[in-house]
């Protein structure tokens, strides 16, 4: 044996503990997964941010529009007809040399009124026939399901077009033709909700307690029925600008030379092959406000459900 091997032999054996520990190798793909995270997490708020601050614009154009424009809606200058964006008319100048500009922030004020308005009629008579719907009556119940289910059989913008031309053109024609076309979406929801509550434990134990049905519905059903409400409604405020908007480019809404988004479009249809800024601007306020109320209504019924961005 020679001297290497026996000075091999002779170093002592390696312990588990007497041996390195290995150190696990970084995970390179953690701090972008956590960053992806973080920034999936900040998208939805900065887009509920701009959609709060843009619906907040647009409450300011309905309430006091003089604040962002000093120009007429309806008075025009031949000397600018179909002038560019730029300069004195930021949005530019339709074919009666009106500043589209302040056409389109007023024009935010008949949007939302009769967005709102139908919203309002969708809400009250949504909100009475599904609470009714949604008693123990069967009667009642499958004669209410029956008479949304007709409702909800047309196509809301055919409906709303048929309503219009039976009870004739204007704005509170129009709010009322599309509010009918969102009642049952809003009746369904609190029929639901209504017999969800009904069946509670919390309501049994206001009648084992002695409340009558008067005070059990007015302090217990009605208040957890309507929870949801606002959230639905948010939502459905959007589509009817949309559909209010549609209604008046078919001439069935308020009539020129109102400056409501509809209008403006059904307006600009002669003058987009050499003018196009006259129906971008107001369509493009539609989609904003469309998109704004639907991002919020979201986050609302995620915070409703109790859900993380």
């Not at 059989?153 to 709010?175: H, K, R, T």
């Not at 309507?226 to 069935?252: D, E, H």
């Not at 107001?282 to 915070?303: C, E, K, M, S, Y």
Request: charged share 15%.
């Amino acid at each position: 044996m020679t001297s290497i091997d026996q000075a091999v032999l002779e170093l002592p054996a390696a312990t588990p503990a007497s041996r390195p520990a290995a150190s696990p190798a970084p995970i390179k793909t953690e701090p972008s997964v956590h960053g992806n995270l973080r920034r999936a997490r900040r998208l939805p708020a900065i887009a509920v941010l701009l959609a709060g601050l843009f619906i907040l614009a647009l409450v300011v154009a309905a309430a006091a529009p003089q604040w962002l424009t000093p120009h007429d809606p309806l008075e025009g200058d031949f000397l600018a007809v179909l002038q560019p964006p730029g300069g004195e008319h930021l949005f530019g100048t339709d074919r009666l040399g009106r500043d589209v500009f302040a056409r389109t922030v007023h024009g935010a004020r008949y949007s939302l009124c009769i967005g709102l308005g139908s919203t309002a009629v969708s809400v009250f008579f949504g909100v009475l026939l599904g609470v009714v719907a949604g008693q123990r009556n069967r009667l009642l119940d499958e004669s209410i399901s029956r008479l949304l289910d007709v409702i909800s059989s047309f196509p809301g913008v055919l409906l709303a077009m048929l309503v219009v031309i039976f009870l004739g053109q204007g704005m509170a024609n129009i709010a009322i033709a599309v509010g009918i076309a969102g009642i049952p979406k809003f009746g369904r929801v609190v029929r639901a909700q209504t017999q969800v509550v009904r069946n509670a434990d919390y309501v049994t134990h206001a009648f084992i307690y002695g409340r009558s049905r008067l005070q059990v519905f007015l302090r217990h059903v009605l208040p957890n029925v309507l929870v949801a409400v606002p959230v639905t409604a948010t939502i459905y405020v959007g589509s009817t600008i949309l559909a209010t908007s549609g209604l008046s480019f078919l001439g069935l809404g308020p009539q020129p030379p109102t400056p409501e988004w509809g209008v403006m479009l059904a307006e600009s249809r002669d003058v987009l092959r050499v003018a196009w800024w006259p129906g971008v601007f107001p369509g493009a306020a539609i989609t904003l406000t469309v998109i704004a109320f639907t991002v919020l209504g979201n986050d609302l019924q995620r915070r409703f459900e109790g859900r993380s961005a």
